[in-house]
């Protein structure tokens, strides 16, 4: 079910209304999954409140008593999602237990694509939000999901900077830079079905990192 603080901190923002949060959670949540499976197949602008209301089985009235416009909505499926992404990169963290930088890139790398608990719409929705809302008729400020593994990639290259396991005569923050932009490419070309999903793409990224960054 959805985080019901963080609806109640969107009411107080003006994302959604009192009257959405009195919903029953189930139909919070239909609106929300439905929500979010839409802008990623139709993007923002292909996509009419009247099909949004269709789908989710509401009037326009009602549309309208929940959220002041359809990039109201939006916001409201970015905001939630990427609480559950903050939520999910927190439980990598805690379960992975690896002592080398390659390895942890590797756990990171298996948890996000091979193992991913993100479903079909969630991770086309994740397309559009790092990908096509740069291109939508609408701006959203100061949501940037990919920020969370990118954090992540630069915690556990500072890591292996510190050990030794990465040559410390490279600038870290670039090194951190570059291999976030290949595990996003990978993320987003997989997500995406255009790339090869398994082991052996991990296998191949840790060896190509490691290869050319090991000391």
């Excluded at 870290?172 to 990978?186: F, K, N, P, R």
């Amino acid at each position: 079910m959805l985080n019901e603080n963080l609806i109640a901190q969107l009411v107080s923002a003006g994302v959604v209304t009192d009257t959405f949060r009195r919903l029953p959670p189930d139909k919070k949540e239909l609106i929300y999954r439905r929500g979010i499976a839409l802008f990623g197949t139709y993007g923002y602008d292909g996509l009419s409140v009247d099909r949004i209301c269709r789908t989710c089985a509401i009037s326009k009235g009602s549309f309208f008593q929940y959220f002041p416009s359809k990039a109201h909505l939006l916001e409201f499926c970015l905001l939630i999602f990427d609480d559950d992404l903050a939520l999910w990169t927190a439980d990598i963290r805690r379960r992975e237990r690896a002592a080398l930088a390659k390895d942890r890139i590797r756990y990171l790398y298996h948890e996000i694509v091979v193992n991913s608990k993100l479903h079909r719409a969630e991770q086309t929705f994740y397309l559009f939000a790092t990908r096509g809302l740069k291109h939508a008729g609408v701006t959203i400020e100061g949501i940037d999901p990919e920020r969370h593994f990118r954090e992540y990639i630069a915690e556990i290259i500072l890591r292996g900077e510190l050990t030794g396991e990465i040559r410390g005569d490279f600038d870290i923050e670039q090194t951190a830079y570059l291999v976030s932009v290949m595990v996003d490419g990978i993320v987003a070309r997989r997500f995406s079905n255009q790339a090869p999903s398994g082991i052996g793409v991990g296998e191949y990224l840790i060896s190509f990192l490691f290869d050319g960054i090991k000391a």
